[in-house]
């Protein structure tokens, strides 16, 4: 009988460590990032935490204002690296889009974010030697 207490207890506090993790590194994700790409551009990402972000580069804004409908953020914190999908639902009743990206934490206040190509379908992949499309962005 104290084995198997001891073997739920043990699967409890694993349980509560792994979703604390998990909550965690979503909450450390919401806030507002900036960074600079290969090419000098400038990005920035607002993260809330009701799910909605705010996307900008240069004059161009990606949010739920400019399109019309809502413009959503998800993190598979499971996924090594974690999985983040911008979701694009516009409020006509058009189809949502979903936009995978790529991220890892370097620090407690910087993240590599890699996208694909002109923001098209399909996770990434994760590559120190191609700089294309990766962005390194420090929490502001």
């Known amino acids: 009988m104290r084995v198997l207490f001891f073997k739920l207890f043990s699967a409890f506090i694993l349980a509560m460590f792994v979703s604390s993790c998990t909550t965690e590194l979503q909450e450390n994700i919401v806030g507002e990032?900036?960074?600079?790409d290969h090419a000098e551009q400038t990005a920035s990402f607002v993260f809330h935490a009701d799910g909605n972000v705010k996307?900008?580069?240069?004059?161009?804004?990606?949010?739920?204002?400019?399109?019309?409908g809502s413009v959503t953020w998800s993190l598979d914190t499971e996924k090594n690296p974690m999985h983040l999908t911008l979701q694009i639902?516009?409020?006509?009743?058009?189809?949502?889009r979903d936009f995978p990206m790529l991220v890892?934490?370097?620090s407690e206040n910087q993240m590599q974010l890699r996208m694909n190509k002109e923001m098209t379908p399909g996770v990434p992949l994760f590559s120190e030697q191609d700089t294309n499309n990766l962005i390194l962005l420090t929490k502001q």
């Open 55 to 68: 996307m900008m580069q240069g004059k161009n804004v990606l949010d739920s204002q400019s399109v019309s």
């Open 89 to 96: 639902k516009p409020a006509a009743g058009g189809e949502a």
């Open 33 to 36: 990032w900036k960074g600079t």
């Open 104 to 106: 890892r934490f370097v």
